[in-house]
């Protein structure tokens, strides 16, 4: 379901369809030149709930919508359209959602470990994007056998990050505490690896990728869970599955 504004004075906002009620608060803001707080003080809605529902993370009910709306003059209509057309814009030729951040961190960590022989595979949210899923900031996730981590954590200290067991403290690594299966993160200021310790290294298909935001851009060769055993993995999340199935119906199609 889209819901789309059918009255009101804000031209370019009226004359437009939304997907999420986080679009429509933003279009909503930038109209009017709006910050959060101010926004707020007009509609009399707290700037937390304001913050939770501009991010996604909490949905406002169709009353509270209407609320909103009718302090700028506007009003909700709804419409209906495939349940795939959202997924095809998102899809659409040339979109590169990667941030730079997430390029930051492979840059960091995990090219300089695949130059340096070490054994793994990236999968998750991050191997779905360099396969064509457009994610922005995806997750990074990699599978490691436990009789390379100590490679692995050479690198990763010569990168000055940081490596623990997830959810736990960091650096110094303590190897008796390890076992397969263990979850490990390496932390850095522009983001963070999920690390699985495994007994073999699950099936790959290699790609090139070319580095980002550095001055050789030679590609690299990425060891890479197929797209097409991610939506099954469940390391992706809703919107990512979803796409990568699109995107695997498209090319089978």
């Given at each position: 379901?889209?819901?789309?504004?059918?009255?009101?004075?804000?031209?370019?906002?009226?004359?437009?369809?939304?997907?999420?009620?986080?679009?429509?608060?933003?279009?909503?803001?930038?109209?009017?030149?709006?910050?959060?707080?101010e926004?707020?003080g007009?509609?009399?809605?707290?700037?937390?709930?304001?913050?939770?529902?501009?991010?996604?993370?909490?949905?406002?009910?169709?009353?509270?919508?209407?609320?909103?709306?009718?302090?700028?003059?506007?009003?909700?209509?709804?419409?209906?359209?495939?349940?795939?057309?959202?997924?095809?814009?998102?899809?659409?030729?040339?979109?590169?959602?990667?941030?730079?951040?997430?390029?930051?961190?492979?840059?960091?960590?995990?090219?300089?470990?695949?130059?340096?022989?070490?054994?793994?595979?990236?999968?998750?949210?991050?191997?779905?994007?360099?396969?064509?899923?457009?994610?922005?900031?995806?997750?990074?996730?990699?599978?490691?056998?436990?009789?390379?981590?100590?490679?692995?954590?050479?690198?990763?200290?010569t990168?000055r990050?940081?490596?623990?067991?997830?959810?736990?403290?960091l650096?110094?690594?303590?190897?008796?505490?390890?076992?397969?299966?263990?979850?490990?993160?390496?932390?850095?200021?522009?983001?963070?690896?999920?690390?699985?310790?495994?007994?073999?290294?699950?099936?790959?298909?290699?790609?090139?990728?070319?580095?980002?935001?550095?001055?050789?851009?030679?590609?690299?060769?990425?060891?890479?869970?197929?797209?097409?055993?991610?939506?099954?993995?469940?390391?992706?999340?809703?919107?990512?599955?979803?796409?990568?199935?699109?995107?695997?119906?498209?090319?089978?199609?």
């Open positions: 379901m889209r819901s789309g504004i059918v009255s009101g004075m804000a031209h370019r906002i009226q004359d437009r369809t939304y997907r999420s009620t986080a679009e429509l608060m933003r279009a909503i803001r930038d109209e009017h030149l709006l910050t959060q707080d926004l707020a007009r509609t009399g809605l707290s700037r937390s709930q304001l913050c939770r529902w501009e991010k996604g993370a909490r949905e406002p009910t169709l009353e509270m919508v209407r609320r909103l709306l009718g302090e700028f003059g506007l009003a909700v209509t709804f419409g209906v359209e495939p349940s795939t057309a959202a997924l095809d814009e998102r899809l659409a030729p040339g979109v590169d959602a990667i941030g730079l951040d997430t390029w930051l961190m492979a840059n960091r960590v995990l090219w300089p470990a695949l130059l340096a022989g070490v054994p793994m595979v990236i999968g998750g949210e991050f191997a779905a994007a360099l396969q064509g899923v457009p994610l922005e900031d995806p997750e990074m996730v990699l599978h490691l056998r436990l009789t390379d981590l100590t490679a692995f954590h050479r690198v990763v200290h990168a990050c940081s490596m623990g067991v997830l959810g736990s403290s650096d110094p690594l303590e190897p008796e505490d390890i076992t397969v299966g263990s979850e490990l993160a390496v932390v850095a200021m522009v983001g963070t690896i999920r690390v699985l310790l495994v007994d073999e290294l699950p099936v790959a298909r290699v790609i090139s990728v070319e580095r980002q935001f550095v001055e050789d851009k030679t590609p690299i060769d990425v060891p890479v869970v197929p797209l097409v055993t991610l939506p099954e993995s469940g390391m992706l999340g809703t919107l990512a599955a979803a796409l990568a199935q699109r995107l695997l119906a498209r090319a089978t199609g």
